[in-house]
């Protein structure tokens, strides 16, 4: 059973364009997290997502970020016209449930702004 | 709001030998889950150990252990026989147990960067 996998690992973007972040949960998992870790932080929740549906965005920034997890594919994160401070490692992470499981984190993308 | 603190940037420990990481924690609540992971330099984030907040039992795993302090609000981590493989950065996170609340969200500590010298 494959892990979470997120790609790119690494991602290189020019002030203004577009991030697309990728996450594949574990076979099996309907839930998906997303984390964004700054440079000597700990991770910090930015979104929660079910199939087709946001249920928890609250450490989204309201302007530029969103996030998706259609029925077929991967879920998305973008952020749009990135700015230097963008620059982070996101995770994400699946679980089956949302009770009492855990939570599997994916490699994470290293996004750098320049 | 829950926070998870972590007073120690860094450690460092010689191979086989002991060395705690130490975790303190707020919050209200009384049901919940703390966790020890460890990101290695390929930022994989590891599960090392998980301790639920209705057990008085310490959690284990092998060469790790927890010393969880619930009326202290406290979870350190304890790592015997140190490896080199143990080098990383070690995250104290939280989590609510509530059903209905937020449960499903962790609260992560800074970290604590551990060296392991041979």
């Known amino acids: 059973n494959a892990g979470v996998m997120q790609n790119p690992r690494h991602l290189v973007r020019r002030r203004g364009q577009e991030a697309r972040l990728r996450c594949s949960p574990m076979?099996?998992?309907?839930?998906v997290y997303w984390y964004r870790q700054l440079p000597e932080e700990g991770l910090k929740f930015m979104v929660y997502l079910q199939k087709e549906n946001i249920i928890d965005e609250s450490g989204m920034p309201k302007e530029r970020f969103s996030a998706e997890f259609p029925k077929e594919g991967p879920s998305i994160l973008r952020i749009q016209q990135v700015v230097r401070g963008d620059s982070a490692a996101y995770f994400c992470a699946s679980s089956l449930l949302i009770d009492r499981t855990e939570a599997f984190f994916g490699q994470g993308t290293r996004l750098t702004v320049v | 709001a829950q926070t998870v603190t972590q007073s120690q940037p860094e450690m460092s420990v010689q191979e086989a030998e002991t060395v705690t990481l130490s975790c303190t924690y707020d919050?209200?609540?009384?049901?919940?889950?703390l966790f020890w992971y460890k990101q290695p330099p390929s930022r994989q984030m590891i599960l090392v150990i998980r301790?639920?907040?209705?057990?008085?039992q310490n959690a284990t795993e092998n060469r790790f252990s927890v010393n969880f302090q619930k009326a202290a609000k406290s979870f350190s981590l304890k790592i015997s026989d140190s490896q080199l493989g143990d080098a990383a950065m070690y995250f104290c996170a939280y989590r609510s147990a509530s059903s209905g609340g937020s449960n499903y969200k962790l609260t992560f500590g800074k970290g604590t960067l551990l060296t392991v010298n041979p």
């Open positions: 076979k099996g998992h309907s839930h």
């Open positions: 301790q639920e907040a209705y057990k008085q």
């Open positions: 919050t209200s609540e009384s049901d919940y889950y």
